[in-house]
């Protein structure tokens, strides 16, 4: 809750992988709200009181997953929001001719993109999604201390840098600020 007020505000797309990782987290300890205390909460340093809302708002996201039916895979309405409002201000952005710095980033990201997409098994996955998902992927097998090849490495820099872009855009439209300090 404390985690995710902050990165809303300050970088959306870091938001966005860490409600997918709550997500990940609820599953991952069977929607047991005692679970969640014990292995999520309690770790907080924070006072009593603090925890008891943390839990709450851990509770309202499994009453989500649960009630929309996301419990075995897939992000609640809340998380999909948040991702075609970005995709909105990205297909904005690369309309706009004015906007050639994300552009750039766009058409640099783009093979990867399409290559992420064609392997879906045909399904048609927004593109913003689909870098989503390679970047969360990749959290994952850097967590799990697995090898990644530098061809791998590569696409998710600039999957990387393209969100960059789009969250700092993000933030100047929604809150009039940026975060580059000018």
């Not at 970088?11 to 069977?30: F, G, K, P, S, T």
């Not at 991702?83 to 706009?96: C, G, P, Q, Y």
């Not at 045909?122 to 967590?143: N, Q, S, V």
């Amino acid at each position: 809750m404390i985690i995710a007020q902050k990165k809303r505000k300050e970088n959306i797309a870091e938001y966005v992988l860490y409600m997918w990782q709550i997500e990940d987290i609820i599953r991952a300890n069977r929607f047991d709200a005692d679970a969640i205390r014990r292995q999520v909460v309690d770790r907080y340093n924070q006072p009593e009181e603090v925890k008891d809302k943390i839990n709450r708002w851990y509770e309202e996201i499994v009453e989500m997953m649960r009630s929309e039916g996301v419990m075995q895979k897939g992000h609640i309405q809340l998380n999909t929001n948040v991702v075609t409002e970005l995709t909105d201000l990205h297909l904005r952005l690369l309309a706009s001719h004015k906007e050639m710095l994300y552009n750039a980033a766009y058409y640099k990201a783009l093979p990867y993109i399409v290559q992420l997409r064609a392997k879906s098994g045909g399904k048609e996955i927004p593109e913003l999604e689909t870098c989503f998902t390679a970047i969360y992927g990749y959290l994952t097998l850097k967590m799990q201390q697995k090898e990644i090849n530098p061809e791998t490495e590569e696409a998710i820099r600039e999957l990387a840098a393209l969100l960059a872009i789009l969250a700092e855009k993000y933030r100047e439209e929604v809150y009039g600020e940026s975060n580059t300090g000018e």
